[in-house]
T-cell receptor, first 117, second 116 residues
Framework: DTGVSQDPRHKITKRGQNVTFRCDPISEHNRLYWYRQTLGQGPEFLTYFQNEAQLEKSRLLSDRFSAERPKGSFSTLEIQRTEQGDSAMYLC???????????????FGSGTQLSVL | AQSVSQHNHHVILSEAASLELGCNYSYGGTVNLFWYVQYPGQHLQLLLKYFSGDPLVKGIKGFEAEFIKSKFSFNLRKPSVQWSDTAEYFCAVNPSGTGGYNKLIFGAGTRLAVHP
């Protein structure tokens, strides 16, 4: 168990509905990442937080997507007006900022599998 | 655009066979390189990483990878696989200049099945 928790594990929704996922990182970790993985592909970077600040958003994140990390602890990823193309595994990872990226190790959660019907 | 290519999508081996999984990346600058593994029903976990120095990197469970800069490659190897190595393997790159954080670019993955 890596210590990164994601909830729910699975979510089935109808097209047009809003969904929200939660990620609880390892408690002392100040960095949090969201990745998305579609079938047959590797994870793709979506966004990154350092503490509560969202420092980068991928162009993959349309206006329908929003992520927050209030108080620098857990994070939520919301998708509004879901589309079938949003069906994917949404992965969260956390890390403790090191002196360089060499010292930083990502710990991934088990992900939330979203199916949009 | 930066990308990572993994040549084999599926590999089937018998126990004790040798393994080599190919990985090539397209980025001309300094890169940090990783192999991640995902065992059935489990989360992604780091197998090994290369940042600098000796291009032959040793990781957990007897895996190693060799960084060949001239070929933009970072192939994963294991001399003798076990049934427990059955998993999906992802090569990933972190191009330098991404602000000092792990914005990884992953390959599509290779599914390895090891038969007893």
């Amino acid at each position: 168990d890596t210590g990164v928790s994601q909830d729910p594990r699975h979510k089935i929704t109808k097209r047009g509905q809003n969904v929200t996922f939660r990620c609880d990182p390892i408690s002392e970790h100040n960095r949090l990442y969201w990745y998305r993985q579609t079938l047959g592909q590797g994870p793709e970077f979506l966004t990154y937080f350092q503490n509560e600040a969202q420092l980068e958003k991928s162009r993959l994140l349309s206006d329908r997507f929003s992520a927050e990390r209030p108080k620098g602890s857990f994070s939520t990823l919301e998708i509004q007006r879901t589309e079938q193309g949003d069906s994917a595994m949404y992965l969260c990872a956390s890390s403790l900022r090191g002196a360089t990226t060499h010292h930083e190790k990502l710990f991934f959660g088990s992900g939330t599998q979203l199916s949009v019907l | 655009a930066q990308s990572v290519s993994q040549h084999n999508h599926h590999v089937i081996l018998s126990e004790a066979a040798s393994l080599e999984l190919g990985c090539n990346y397209s980025y001309g600058g300094t890169v940090n390189l990783f192999w991640y593994v995902q065992y059935p029903g489990q989360h992604l976990q780091l197998l090994l990483k290369y940042f600098s120095g000796d291009p032959l990197v040793k990781g957990i469970k007897g895996f190693e990878a060799e960084f060949i800069k001239s070929k933009f490659s970072f192939n994963l190897r294991k001399p003798s696989v076990q049934w427990s190595d059955t998993a999906e393997y992802f090569c990933a790159v972190n191009p330098s200049g991404t602000g000092g954080y792990n914005k990884l670019i992953f390959g599509a993955g290779t599914r390895l099945a090891v038969h007893p």
